[in-house]
């Protein structure tokens, strides 16, 4: 049997672009844009994104393990046993779209009446507490040293923190009440173990997460605006791939040059 080999498309179908019919705003690409925002429209404006990463498949399997856990408890309607370690009085969130919120290419979505923007996220859970408030919850897996138990400064926590504020923005665009403070569960491979056998050693913690949202309509209307000019956008501060593409290119421009010269 032939191997299968996916070759990188730099050119994305129109209908997946800005103003496409099947072009959405996702909440990664809201953080694409304030990564670099030039790199953001040549993704969407112009329909060429980034080489992707290989998939994290034992991150995937550790979502998917807490996703049939936390539904054992959604169809009892009882809590978690780690909502009760940490004394939280909540319970999985029931709903028929809950699926479908979770789904990657569906997701919970809304149309942002000013820039006409249609924002879209694929939650990991939602809990409900004794309040009404549903409570925004996102599922890590990840291999540190000593116990997880808050976020720190660094950009992946941010953006997490980000991640929990779209969501809850979506849900509150649909009409629902929510939690200012959201959850990660998090699973922690211990390395300190004799071997591996077979078996990877998690701790299981809950990183309080408090909300944001008010960044988010402002960075929508400059989203907009990124996605209407026909000027060049500027390049992130932190952004690896642009000075990439920029070395690369004069070099194969050099290249060219001479290779004219030659045949002259």
Known sequence: MADFIRRYNPNRHKDWNYKGA?????????????????????DNALGTKRPGFPSFNLNIA????????????????EPHPIMSTYKIKAVPFAHEKMDTWREVFEGIDCTHADTGLTVSGAVDDIWMNTAGELI?????????EGSIT?????????????QLGVYR?????????????????????????????????????????P??????????????DCLETDALPAIGESCEHCPYREACGK?????????LANKE
């Open 251 to 259: 070099k194969l421009q050099q290249i060219h040059k001479r290779m």
């Open 62 to 77: 550790v979502d998917e393990l807490f996703k049939k856990e936390f539904d054992v408890y959604r169809e009892k309607q």
């Open 211 to 224: 909300t944001d949202t008010a960044w988010i309509e402002p960075t929508l209307v400059a989203i907009k």
């Open 22 to 42: 099947k072009w959405r705003l996702s909440r990664s690409k809201i953080d694409l844009f304030l990564e670099c925002p030039r790199c953001f429209y040549l």
């Open 169 to 209: 923005w979506l849900l509150e665009q649909n009409g629902f009440k929510v939690a200012d403070d959201g959850y990660l569960v998090y699973a922690n491979a211990s390395k300190d173990e004799t071997g591996f056998g077979n078996t990877l050693v998690f701790e299981t913690t809950l990183v309080t997460v």
């Open 150 to 162: 808050e976020l720190s400064d660094s950009p992946w926590d941010q953006q997490y923190k980000r």
């Open 136 to 144: 925004i919850v996102d599922y890590k897996a990840t291999s540190k």
